[in-house]
């Protein structure tokens, strides 16, 4: 069974850093694409950031576009994400999804329970 | 961008009621449509990918159609365990620059 567990959440102050990590088990971690997905409290999901399976290929949302850095260790089966400049407007819980594709097709399955950052002074 | 809207953002049904929420894609997505469910305090859930595909282990009361622009999401016959919060999720610029309309809130009435 597909795994993912997030971890490095936490209160941050604004203008302040974090990094987010997900774990993989029971999946052969670098066959796979991944994303990174927020929901601020009480609000609906906003998709943040997506990595192939090799790290070479990188997409992010326009509103973390220039301070948040996804990347991935396929010989520790972990993904990151690196926020640097936050914002009160980042506060969200974080989830890690795996990428299924299938003739052409995309959707995310499985998703990690999520860890929230709080971004506050 | 694609913008994804649906409708109604909340509902009030009953046990056995037929259910639809409708998403609206800002441009021709074709079949790259897909939903999820979300529970309180959880994370969300793939019920339909490719418009109508149902996931393994979904219940059949879950059906997905549409196409182009439009796409429906029906609950044959509500059950308790039913009431969450449903999102749907354009993949047609896969990779990356996935957008979630801003979700349907299903409860009791």
């Known amino acids: 069974e597909v795994q993912l567990v997030e971890s490095g959440g936490g209160l941050v102050q604004p203008g302040g850093s974090l990094r987010l990590s997900c774990a993989a088990s029971?999946?052969?971690?670098?066959?796979?694409?991944m994303n990174w997905v927020r929901q601020a409290p009480g609000k609906g999901l906003e998709w943040v950031s997506y990595?192939?399976?090799?790290?070479?290929?990188?997409y992010y949302a326009d509103s973390v576009k220039g301070r948040f850095t996804i990347s991935r260790d396929n010989t520790k089966n972990t993904l990151h994400l690196q926020m640097n400049s936050l914002r009160a407007e980042d506060t969200a819980v974080y989830y890690c999804?795996?990428?299924?594709?299938?003739?052409?097709?995309?959707?995310?399955?499985?998703w990690g329970q999520g860890t929230l950052v709080t971004v506050s002074s | 961008d694609i913008q994804m809207t649906q409708s109604p953002s909340s509902l009030s049904a009953s046990i056995g009621d037929r259910v639809t929420i409708t998403c609206r894609a800002s441009?021709?997505?074709?079949?790259?449509l897909n939903w999820y469910q979300q529970k309180p305090g959880k994370a969300p859930k793939v019920l339909i990918f490719a418009a109508s595909s149902l996931q393994s282990g979904v219940p059949s009361r879950f059906s997905g159609s549409g196409s182009g622009t439009d796409f429906t999401l029906t609950i044959s016959s509500l059950q308790p365990e039913d009431f969450a919060s449903y999102y749907c999720?354009?993949?047609?610029?896969?990779?990356?620059?996935?957008?979630f309309g801003q979700g349907t809130k299903l409860d009791i009435k």
């Open positions: 999804a795996r990428e299924v594709d299938l003739l052409g097709f995309a959707w995310f399955d499985p």
């Open positions: 029971g999946v052969t971690f670098s066959s796979y694409e």
């Open positions: 990595i192939g399976s090799s790290g070479t290929t990188i």
């Open positions: 999720q354009q993949s047609y610029n896969t990779p990356g620059l996935y957008t």
């Open positions: 441009q021709n997505i074709t079949s790259y």
